[in-house]
């Protein structure tokens, strides 16, 4: 090993030495787990400690009401969840339709394609065995279909806003089935039309 190299070797264990010595002098951490249980499920975007200086000023971005939660921290249609209810969820199946013109299939002057981007509604079709027209309790919401009865109840998280005012629902007696159109209305649907 010659001079040079074991003179570069010093310098570097120096320098190394000294960045050691000042990090140990700014922040003297302890020798335990970096991770503790208030690691699990993530950070947490709320800050536990008080900003006084908006509470000092006047400006509190915080509503000044005694609700116990903002309407964004309530999840959707969590009030129709009921884990003591044991009623079985029926069968159900979600159907897309379009609504079709000559000019669609002849001319195809449209920019309507099978897939469905192209539709406008959306059939819910639910199986209810040995139940009456008269015992059925239907809702629906933008987002969500309840639909209950004395044996079965289904709470169904549409995978498309609709609008739920304006349904159809149809009772298919010899089928035992209720059949629920909704019209759709998703963010993109002017460019399909």
């Known amino acids: 090993m010659d001079v040079a190299s074991a003179f570069s070797i010093g310098k570097l264990s120096e320098l190394l030495k000294a960045n050691d010595e000042e990090e140990s002098d700014e922040d003297e951490k302890p020798m335990c787990s970096v991770y503790t249980p208030g690691n699990i499920g993530g950070q947490s975007a709320v800050s536990t400690k008080p900003d006084v200086t908006d509470s000092f000023q006047g400006k509190s971005d915080k509503k000044q009401s005694k609700d116990i939660w903002d309407s964004d921290e309530v999840p959707v249609s969590s009030e129709y969840d009921d884990v003591y209810d044991t009623r079985p969820a029926p069968e159900y199946d979600i159907i897309y339709g379009q609504n079709i013109t000559s000019e669609d299939v002849f001319l195809g002057m449209t920019n309507r394609n099978p897939s469905t981007a192209s ?10 065995p040995k139940t009456k027209s008269a015992d059925i309790t239907l809702d629906v919401k933008d987002t969500f279909l309840d639909c209950r009865t004395p044996k079965m109840k ?40």
């Open 119 to 128: 539709c406008q509604n959306m059939v819910v079709k639910i199986k209810l």
């Open 154 to 193: 289904l709470g169904l998280h549409l995978p498309h806003p609709v609008d739920g005012r304006n349904g159809k629902a149809q009772w298919m007696a010899e089928a035992e089935q209720l059949v629920v159109t909704l019209k759709m209305c998703r963010e993109y649907d002017f460019m399909n039309e």
